[in-house]
């Protein structure tokens, strides 16, 4: 079983396109992140969803819309994509402690 | 605004030997902290957290805290060829849904 699972696992695509990316968890979890990992690996956060809630929303640009149906579930939309969202997203969880990451989504933008 | 400082490395450790990591960060209000390891390609994987001042045991594995220096490390003992990954230091607030403050990781190399 899949604790935190996210689709798809690798994204190509082209600028100006519009793209969503999946996350669920089974764990249980009341919160829920999105975090983006650029190419010299440096893990950031973006948003975090407690109980359907948006909590944080780092400096990240509108172009970027965060929805979570349920509490399994956050999913990441993303307009208008441009070359430097080229990236690894990851979707995490936690109960109030620590943060378990999903496989990750490799977004290449062209 | 909230830092945490990594050395990049590489580090490397001969196999057998004990592998210490460092970290430091600038957020008084931080409480919680954690190490997590990340293969190349992979996601990154929890390996440690710890929440008090002291040493916390695991295994091969201890992570210590400083709350007065603002200073966290992570002891990997009898290193072995398999931890030879980026380990990546983590620190959170304390609120329950904060996201975490990463440092930009240290890259272990076990030599075996």
């Known amino acids: 079983d899949t604790a935190v699972s996210q689709t798809p696992k690798y994204l190509v695509t082209q600028m100006g396109n519009d793209k969503s990316i999946k996350c669920e968890q089974n764990l249980g979890h009341d919160t829920m992140y999105w975090y983006k990992q650029d190419s010299k690996k440096f893990l950031k956060i973006m948003f975090s969803y407690n109980n359907k809630e948006l909590i944080i929303n780092e400096t990240v640009p509108n172009r970027f819309s965060p929805k979570s149906p349920d509490k399994a579930h956050l999913n990441l939309h993303i307009n208008s994509l441009e070359l430097g969202d080229s990236a690894v997203y990851f979707c995490?969880?936690?109960?109030?402690?620590?943060?378990?990451f999903g496989p990750g989504t490799r977004l290449l933008v062209l | 605004q909230k830092e945490v400082e990594q050395n990049s490395g590489p580090l490397s450790v001969p196999e057998g030997a004990i592998a210490s990591l460092n970290c430091t960060y600038s957020?008084?209000?931080?409480?919680?902290f954690f190490w997590y390891r990340q293969y190349s390609g992979k996601s990154p994987e929890l390996i440690m957290s710890?929440?008090?001042?002291g040493d916390k045991e695991d295994g091969r594995f201890t992570a210590q805290l400083n709350k007065a220096s603002q200073y966290v490390s992570l002891l990997i003992r009898d290193s072995q060829p398999s931890d030879s990954a980026t380990y990546l230091c983590?620190?959170?607030?304390?609120?329950?849904?904060?996201?975490?403050?990463f440092g930009k990781g240290t890259h272990l190399i076990i030599q075996p």
């Open positions: 957020d008084r209000v931080s409480q919680s």
């Open positions: 710890i929440y008090s001042n």
């Open positions: 995490a969880s936690s109960q109030g402690g620590s943060q378990y």
């Open positions: 983590a620190a959170n607030s304390g609120g329950g849904a904060d996201g975490l403050t």
